[in-house]
């Protein structure tokens, strides 16, 4: 990995209450298991002005929606080439 990963995470109301609660608990958990904490630049965003097809998260620059815990996993193994 040669660069900071960006993670933003929309926690408007909508993402919030569709599951960006729950998803930062999990985001947080996976990086601090994986040493990573301060290898990522995590930061909130208020509305990512797609409601209706969240929870809604990026990574570097590439958009995600409708994650669920299970999605958000796949993308942090992905990003991160870590093995299940």
């Known amino acids: ?3 900071m990963p ?3 995470i929309c926690m408007g ?3 919030f209450s569709r599951g960006n609660e729950e998803n930062l608990a999990v985001l947080e958990e996976y990086l601090d298991q994986h040493g990573l ?3 990522v ?3 909130g965003s208020r509305c990512e002005a797609a409601c209706t097809e969240g929870p ?3 990574v570097n620059g590439r958009c995600y929606r409708h994650v ?3 999605t958000l996993l796949d993308i942090l ?3 991160f080439e870590v093995r299940p």
Do not use: G, Q, W
Request: charged share 35%; net charge negative; hydrophobic share 30%.
């Open 56 to 58: 809604n998260l990026t």
């Open 6 to 8: 960006h993670i933003v």
């Open 1 to 3: 990995m040669d660069h």
């Open 77 to 79: 193994r992905e990003t």
């Open 13 to 15: 109301s909508s993402c």
């Open 41 to 43: 630049d995590l930061a």
């Open 68 to 70: 669920d815990r299970e």
């Open 37 to 39: 904490t301060a290898r």
